[in-house]
T-cell receptor, first 114, second 109 residues
Framework: DSGVTQTPKHLITATGQRVTLRCSPRSGDLSVYWYQQSLDQGLQFLIQYYNGEERAKGNILERFSAQQFPDLHSELNLSSLELGDSALYFC?????????????FGQGTRLTVV | DAKTTQPNSMESNEEEPVHLPCNHSTISGTDYIHWYRQLPSQGPEYVIHGLTSNVNNRMASLAIAEDRKSSTLILHRATLRDAAVYYCILMNLVDDMRFGAGTRLTVKP
């Protein structure tokens, strides 16, 4: 158990809909990262938050947005969903102040758009 | 974009050592070298990291070249459970964490 919790584990929704994925980081970790992994593909970095502020953006579509709340949990919002958005979405957390910045990953949310 | 290069795939026999290479020629002085692995249908998990000196832990060893432009993850006795995609990435206190394609390790019985 990495200590990072993602909910829901599975999500099936229709095209055009909007969903919210939730990530609870390890206790005390200030950084949260979001990744998308399509079938048999690599991990695509989407966005990083640090202590509530957006720190870095990767290949995140305009239809996607995220935020990190004061209690450090994060949500990834995906709207106007398309079939191609079907993927595993992973969240990771780390504590950069620790010096080595080891990251811990959740088990992912599997999103299926039909 | 990833700042490391790794072979796409490698094969090993069970109970033999495996050396997984990684090149990171543009590494900066503040970059740590991290290795993660992703087992099928799971999230990535941390394996090991280092800065300048070689490192050992219960999972693996990390050998870092003297100029830090390359490193090697060593699994001393590969098991079937070590079959995974192994990612080498550079991390510091400031940058985000971007993965390359990694090396897919196949372990043959």
């Amino acid at each position: 158990d990495s200590g990072v919790t993602q909910t829901p584990k599975h999500l099936i929704t229709a095209t055009g809909q909007r969903v919210t994925l939730r990530c609870s980081p390890r206790s005390g970790d200030l950084s949260v990262y979001w990744y998308q992994q399509s079938l048999d593909q690599g991990l695509q970095f989407l966005i990083q938050y640090y202590n509530g502020e957006e720190r870095a953006k990767g290949n995140i579509l305009e239809r996607f947005s995220a935020q990190q709340f004061p209690d450090l949990h994060s949500e990834l919002n995906l709207s106007s969903l398309e079939l191609g958005d079907s993927a595993l979405y992973f969240c990771a957390s780390s504590d950069p102040t620790g010096g080595n910045n080891e990251a811990f990953f959740g088990q992912g949310t599997r999103l299926t758009v039909v | 974009d990833a700042k490391t290069t790794q072979p796409n795939s490698m094969e090993s026999n069970e109970e033999e050592p495996v050396h997984l290479p990684c090149n990171h020629s543009t590494i900066s002085g503040t970059d740590y070298i991290h290795w993660y692995r992703q087992l099928p249908s799971q999230g990535p998990e941390y394996v090991i990291h280092g800065l300048t000196s070689n490192v050992n832990n219960r999972m693996a060893s990390l050998a870092i070249a003297e100029d830090r432009k390359s490193s090697t993850l060593i699994l001393h006795r590969a098991t079937l459970r070590d079959a995974a995609v192994y990612y080498c990435i550079l991390m510091n206190l400031v940058d985000d964490m971007r993965f390359g394609a990694g090396t897919r390790l196949t372990v043959k019985p």
